[in-house]
Structures are given as structure tokens and as C-alpha cells.
């Protein structure tokens, strides 16, 4: 059964940065494309990055050039750091296991954590 677990949320004005991590069990990590999703209150999730199992990446317009995914197989974890923080950028933040392009990504475990809230003050 696949477990993800997300922390290092947390409460930062904005242009401040903040480094979210996922640790991954009960899949095989290393051959799995991970990505980042977020929700903020009133709207549906939404796909803010994805890291390939070879390491190329994937960003929403929304976030390309202040966010950055990256993985560490060894610690079956995936990172997202965070800079140039706004307020629009505040939700819960989760990670899965992605299969797809950049057409189309879908997360493959029903199984989402608790994610981790992004507050990001004005």
C-alpha cells in the first residue's frame, strides 16, 4: 500500500521560500515520475510540478521559475523548494505518484497524505 507522508509547510511573508518534502513508501520510487499538487480553500487540486524518474521536470506556468522539484531516490523522497513566495501561492500542498506528459498528468494513488499548509502572508 503506497504511503506519503508531506511536511515542511508553514506560515511566510511573501517573497520568503519554504522546502516541502514527501517521503514515499510501498512503491517502488526510483522508476516513478512524483509530483506536486496543492489545493487552495474553494478550489480543486491542482498540479503545480512533476520530477520524472530520470529527473527531467515539469512546471505550471504558475509557479515556473520560483519553484523547484528535485528527488532523492536513496530516501525515497521528493522536494519542492519554494522562492519568491506570494500570496496566491497558500493552499495545502500533497505529493503522488504521476504517470503522463505534459498533456496530461495523473496522480495514481488514491491514497493522498495529510499534505502540508502554505500560508504565505501579504
Known amino acids: 500500500q503506497v504511503q506519503l507522508v508531506e511536511s515542511g509547510g508553514g506560515l511566510v511573508q511573501a517573497g520568503g521560500s519554504l522546502r516541502l518534502s514527501c517521503i514515499a513508501s510501498?512503491?517502488?520510487?526510483?522508476?516513478?515520475?512524483m509530483g506536486w499538487y496543492r489545493q487552495a480553500p474553494g478550489k480543486q487540486r491542482e498540479l503545480v510540478a512533476v520530477?520524472?524518474?530520470?529527473?527531467?521536470?515539469w512546471y505550471a506556468d504558475s509557479v515556473k521559475g520560483r519553484f523547484t522539484i528535485s528527488r532523492d531516490n536513496a530516501k525515497n523522497t521528493v522536494y519542492l523548494q519554494m522562492n519568491s513566495l506570494r500570496p496566491e501561492d497558500t493552499a495545502v500542498y500533497y505529493c503522488?505518484?504521476?504517470?503522463?506528459?505534459?498533456?496530461?498528468?495523473?496522480?495514481?494513488?488514491?491514497?493522498w497524505g495529510q499534505g502540508t499548509q502554505v500560508t504565505v502572508s501579504s
Open positions: 510501498g512503491v517502488i520510487f526510483r522508476l516513478n515520475a
Open positions: 503522488n505518484i504521476v504517470i503522463g506528459s505534459a498533456l496530461q498528468w495523473i496522480p495514481q494513488s488514491d491514497s
Open positions: 520530477i520524472r524518474s530520470g529527473g527531467s521536470t
